[in-house]
């Protein structure tokens, strides 16, 4: 595992993915057989990585990359450095005849994003990107009002991702993102992270993206980094896209470190279609058929008589959700272990490089771009 000793590399894959994987005692795939997994952190820094392996009790832990990947007892490379930083560890990792699964977004260019999956490809090995969101509560019962029609005929999607990120200027109130996110030459902006989330999500829940309208602002030109420095931001903070679907379907996205939530969470998402709607956070989904939505009339001049958040249902929780990042490393291992079909490999993670791409490129020529 390298390159986690971050707040998602920890959090996300390490603790509540790897290591819960670890105390239920593997992934197991019948009567007698389980998969388990046993991880060694890998990075530069040795007294990050010695912190964090006496913090979660791992036994295994090297600045030395090249010996983890020559040892034959080391069967899965997991990258999660910074994206500048991926092509050069995946690329070693294939010469070694690892299986790669890394995080998103897998290069900065689209480019670079599919030579990587040519490498894996051509090395053979077996390969996967994090698409966390698809295993989210919310998403999951999403997909399956779909399945089942309630929706009708969709007609349109609306979300809104983010917060306020403080610019680290105010005493006793440092930013919580790291200050790299900020500057393109280091591989920030909010496009190239949160389209390739956008991607994925879109094409995997209501269809393949067709085109792309969008515009990348930089609404704070100067934030502080964690020596306490100012600095110019470089990169975008906020994106604003429109995405047409092949069916049809009108996606409008908008992704920001500069707003301040006023909603369900920190992600909102509404389906309209024909028949119902829904609201879809992180864990929940509200809905409002058809038969239960009001008749508003416009009259500005009296107070709305109609409480619009009446008349939505809550979907229940009628299984209990893993967490979102686990359940695809599940997935994953047994892709590696049992060869399961697992179609979120490299190639796939190159789509939301594309589509990040096209957004800088419709920002730069201010029109639509077809993928």
Known sequence: MNGVTGRMGTNQHLIRSILAIVEQGGVRVSGEEVITVNPILTGRNEIKLKALAERTGVKQWTTNLDAALADSNNQIFFDASSTLHRARFVEMAAAAGKSVYCEKPTAITYKDALRLAKVCEDAQVKNGVVQDKLWLPGIIKLKALIEQGFFGEILSVRGEFGYWVFTGHEENRPAQRPSWNYRQEDGGGIMVDMLCHWRYLVDGV?????????FAATHVAERVNEQGQKYKCTADDSCYATMQLENGILCQFNSSWTVRVRRDDLFVMQVDGTRGSAVVNLRGC???????TPKPVWNPDIKQPINFYDGWAEVPDDVVYDNAFKAQWELFLR?????????????????????????????????????
């Open 206 to 214: 209501f269809a393949p993206i067709k085109s792309i309208s969008c």
């Open 286 to 292: 509200k809905i409002q058929t058809l038969e239960e």
């Open 335 to 371: 892709h590696v272990a049992l060869n399961e079909p697992f179609p979120y490999n490299l190639r796939s993670g190159a789509k939301g490089v594309e589509l990040a791409e096209a957004g800088l490129r419709s920002t730069r020529e201010r029109k639509w771009i077809d993928l």
